[in-house]
């Protein structure tokens, strides 16, 4: 092994290189930097806690209080006064009382249609008052019992008949011309009657020909349709003779 050149070891004496000591402020710039970073490390960690418990709670409210509205598209959510609480709905009208009155005789500003056969039930009933000596007076009674107002003009169509489909006895009953119809609305459940009159099959014998009969057969005022009332008596048979005369129909059960 060579010994090292005593010049080389000569030169390196006289250019050696001193190293070069901080600039004068440098630390106190590297501490400033550091304390920033440290700084902002803590905000940074802060900020994290406070989305995460922020986003617990709202977690934490939706599950309490349900899901909220579902918005249409394009539209946000913003606070709104809370809405006045509705009043109650409006009671139902209480039902007619047995004695409040169902039938009007006035015609509404929209009348209604007529009363089909199918609407009404027809029965028979003594009239108010009985009847003049001779005579048997017989009331129809006209109830209404469909859910809706319908009227009543004229006068019925009434037969005597042997039995609910059996044959016609004698001509229908006449019409008591000298009074005058008037039109009637019944309410549901609202009545009206008609009067029939016939005199007593005795009084018109030997021409008479009485015979059983099981009721009328009714045909309310401008119907097709009829409906069997059972009224079981005596009628004359032959034609023509004591064929009864039946009134318009009027509203209610008075006299």
Known sequence: MTEPDDRFEGWLERHRVEPLGPVPGAYDRIARTARRRRVGRVAVAAAAVV?????????????????????PPGTSAS??????????????????????????????????????????????????GGGAAGSEYTWLVFTNISTRPCSLYGFP?????TAASG?????PTARMTELKPVRIVLAPQGVAHAEVRYGHPGAF?????????????????????SVFVPLPAQACSAKGVNVGAVSPVTAGLDP
């Open 51 to 71: 989305v995460g418990i922020t986003g617990i709670t709202g977690l934490a409210y939706r599950i309490v209080a349900g899901p909220g509205p579902v918005l």
């Open 79 to 128: 606070p709104s006064r809370a809405a006045p609480a509705s009043p109650d709905p409006a009671s139902p009208p209480a039902p007619a009382s047995a004695g409040s009155q169902s039938t009007l005789t006035t015609s509404p500003s929209v009348p209604p249609t007529r009363c089909h056969t199918g609407d009404l039930n027809v029965t028979a009933q003594g009239a108010r």
């Open 157 to 161: 169509g009434v037969s005597w008949v």
């Open 167 to 171: 044959q016609q006895v004698n001509d």
């Open 205 to 225: 014998e030997p021409d008479c020909h009485a015979v059983h009969v099981a009721g009328f057969r009714v045909y309310p005022p401008d119907e097709t349709t």
